[in-house]
């Protein structure tokens, strides 16, 4: 079984297409787990025309306050980073979820232990089964801010499941947090999705800091080659310099419509120009993934 | 006395630094002295929707703080690893080691130590600056280091900075363009502004993260505005948005290639297409916002 | 799981602030006088009741801190803001801080949604005022000044 992981930039450069993209193409001949864990926003089951339905809840911790044993002194409050402890003078300690880090020190200072382990719904884990592909999605609870737990959460429940695939493909979101760094951690080969925009091209250093520290093969895909004034020839250089592999899927109207229609362009409109390219990406993974033609 | 006008979505990705950046370039060529203000710091665009960095004016640090561990007192009991809970501490064979991409600097580490060997130190999270972009506007953002997360403090920092430099330009209008989403970061981009325009996608989640964005600016006592972005990518879930969402909607804005082009470019389309329909109807919804503003 | 109570102060949570890690605390300030109510409110600069009141209340720069006693103003002090430097949770510091000292009435011009919530839990009376209000004038108008 083997994985790939497909991250980055921000939303626009057409990295969840190409995942979605990638993972239907390989689906017509092989049993393939595609994993969403963009989980504030996750979009792959839009593009899909899916429905995924929760399969398990995410939890993280949160204190729970034994009132019978609270002596109100105080000292988880003193000691919570991020002030989510409140002595109400003479009456409760209050506990405010939305700013909870679950760090767990309030816990560990209570001098009448007081305080037990508790905890919250953060997120969701859900599911697909569409042929030979099925979708699992990580989402978190809007507003959550453990995100990173809710995608390493959704990581760790499928590497259980991992080995009833040929391939499992991630598609990680934008950043440089402790989920991304799960998810390629895992993956035999890191696929870099960028456009030549300064803010994809800021967005793609910012990656391969990430990837070159954790010793990773990956591709990179440059999307939307050929954007007028686009800075695709720095891309490039910078690629070449860090000897990266990479692939040019070139910018047509096509991806604009198939973006607005709600579909793939190699769905949509598969005789394009950037349609054929993203295809002919597809035969190169093959190869590399299962050394054959 | 300035005037903040905030621009977000309570869902990312819907073209708030679109809309943030083309109507700061709309006030500069209206005579307005104006200051943008980049609060999205994971994703720092508007300045690059501004045509990129001119000059940087002024920079600084943003610090918060990490443990650090005293090995001459340390025992490798390892109860430090046991405890923290981001997986940050593992044991190696000369005692317990930080990994520095996951320390949060909570000390709950700390806390556990039987001999006090962990204490807690400043780090580096990232920096913020002040810069006038090639368009002339001046801009006060951030950029964050690998692994680093916005928050209401950095958010917080940043609008400090630019009420100094909106003195020294003599800037009347801020414009901020907020971080995505509505927790902290976006909160504290709100409070003391004058006014909130909600950018919208006709898609469930933004009207869904508009909504809550609306609820919030009520709260805090803020005029909340809307305006529909891309909204030719579903015409019919468009008006839907207008019956749902509570809120004046100033207009409706569509996608295509010249929207693309122009953030490549890195040029507002105000600039490089200010006659095609994007660019009239943008100007339209900004007129309107200075009307509700009485400017 | 507690090997040892490490949280007794020794060590690491000296520096700075005498608190949890490197934040400010906020300032210590002797109880309201018997009979006298405390009003606070977050100011923009300290200037006595001239003070203008601060858009902001979490991370104002200032807080005022007035006691009043049958009408009359008994004290009235303005001290730094150490919540503004908090990287979360300003609000609900300040909002502990206002239950910690006594105070019974907050003016301000608006409130986020955690000190609001904080502040609830004890009935502190809340005022909302437009901005640019001046202490003073604020507390007249209010009627607790006469």
């Not at chain 1, 859900?126 to 959460?153: C, F, Q, S, Y």
């Not at chain 2, 703080?65 to 007192?73: E, F, G, H, L, M």
């Not at chain 2, 004046?248 to 290639?257: A, C, N, Q």
């Not at chain 3, 609000?91 to 009435?105: D, E, K, M, P, T």
């Amino acid at each position: 079984m083997k994985i790939v992981a497909v991250g980055g930039g921000k939303g626009g450069t057409g990295k969840t297409a190409i995942a979605v993209s990638i993972a239907k193409m390989f689906a017509i001949k092989r049993k393939i787990l595609l994993v969403d864990l963009d989980v504030d926003n996750p979009c792959t089951y839009t593009l899909l025309s899916s429905k995924p339905e929760i399969i398990k809840e995410i939890y993280a911790f949160k204190p729970k306050i034994l009132e019978d044993k609270c002596k109100l002194c105080g000292k988880c409050v003193e000691y919570c980073p991020v002030h989510a402890l409140v002595l109400i003078p003479s009456k409760k300690i209050l506990f405010i979820k939305t700013l909870c880090e679950s760090c767990g020190n309030c816990m560990i200072v209570c001098p009448e232990g007081a305080i037990k382990e508790d905890k919250a719904v953060i997120g969701w884990i859900k599911e697909d089964k569409m042929d030979n592909l099925h979708l699992i999605v990580g989402e978190a609870k809007p507003g959550e801010r453990k995100t990173d737990e809710v995608m390493t959460e959704t990581i760790e429940y499928v590497e259980k499941i991992a080995e009833n695939y040929e391939l499992l493909i991630f598609d990680v979101p934008p950043g440089t947090g402790r989920g991304i760094y799960d998810a390629f951690k895992l993956a035999d080969l890191v696929v870099t999705v960028t456009e030549p925009t300064m803010l994809g091209f800021h967005d793609l250093k910012k990656l391969y800091s990430l990837i070159r520290s954790m010793n990773k093969k990956s591709i990179a895909i440059i999307n939307k080659y050929g954007l007028k004034g686009g800075v695709q020839d720095e891309q490039e250089e910078f690629l070449r310099n860090n000897r990266v592999q990479y692939e040019k899927i070139p910018y047509d109207e096509y991806m604009v419509k198939a973006y607005v229609s709600g579909e793939t362009v190699v769905e949509a409109y598969p005789d394009s120009p950037s349609a054929r390219s993203i295809k002919k990406i597809v035969k190169n993974l093959e190869k590399i993934m299962f050394r054959s033609a | 006395m300035n005037i903040e006008i905030v621009v977000a979505s309570g869902k990312g990705g819907t073209g708030k630094t679109f809309i943030s950046s083309n109507f700061s370039y709309f006030l500069n060529k209206k005579g307005f002295n104006v200051l943008a203000v980049d609060a999205d710091v994971e994703a720092p665009d508007l300045i690059l929707a501004l045509g990129d960095v001119k000059k940087i004016l002024y920079e600084e640090n943003f610090e918060g703080q990490v443990v650090d561990i005293d090995y001459s007192k340390c025992l490798r009991c390892g109860a430090c690893v046991e405890t923290c809970r981001f997986n940050a501490l593992s044991m190696s064979d000369e005692g317990p080691v930080v990994d520095y991409n996951f320390c949060e600097g909570f000390g709950t580490c700390a806390l556990v130590c039987p001999v006090q060997a962990i204490y807690l130190k400043p780090a580096k999270r990232g920096r913020i600056f002040a810069a006038i972009s090639n368009t002339g506007i001046p801009v006060v953002t951030g950029d964050l280091d690998i692994g680093e997360k916005n928050s209401g403090l950095l958010v917080y920092r940043i609008r400090e900075l630019a009420k100094e430099y909106s003195f020294k330009f003599n800037a009347r209008l801020i414009v901020i363009d907020a971080a995505p989403g509505i927790g902290c970061p976006v909160i504290s981009s709100l409070v003391g502004a004058r006014l909130l325009v909600i950018v919208v996608e006709p898609t469930p989640q933004s009207l869904k993260g508009a909504m809550r964005l609306k609820e919030l600016a009520d709260k805090l006592n803020i005029q909340s505005l809307a305006v529909i972005n891309k909204y030719n990518l579903n015409p019919s879930f468009t008006r839907t948005i207008v019956d749902a969402l509570n809120v004046e909607i100033l207009g409706k804005i569509g996608y295509d290639d010249k929207v693309v082009e122009s953030y490549t470019l890195m040029k507002p389309i105000l600039e490089t297409y200010p006659e095609s329909k994007i660019s009239s109807n943008l100007e339209t919804i900004f007129k309107r916002i200075l009307e509700r503003l009485s400017l | 799981m507690v090997t040892s109570m490490g949280w007794s102060g020794r060590g690491y949570s000296r520096g700075r602030g005498g608190m949890w890690g490197y934040q400010a605390p906020m300032p210590q300030i002797p109880p309201p006088p018997s009979g006298s109510i405390r009003i606070v409110a977050p100011v923009d600069f300290s200037n006595g009741l001239n003070s203008p009141i601060s858009m902001r209340t979490g991370r104002a720069p200032y807080i005022a801190v007035v006691d009043v006693s049958g009408g009359k103003i008994v004290n009235v002090n303005i001290v730094q803001n150490a919540a503004a430097t908090a990287p979360r949770g300003a609000g609900v510091q300040l909002g502990q801080w206002i239950l910690n000292i006594g105070a019974s009435i907050v003016i301000a011009v608006s409130l986020g949604p955690n000190i609001d919530m904080v502040l609830r839990q004890v009935g502190v009376r809340v005022e909302l005022v437009p901005p640019g209000t001046i202490l003073g004038d604020a507390l007249a108008k209010l009627g607790f000044v006469k």
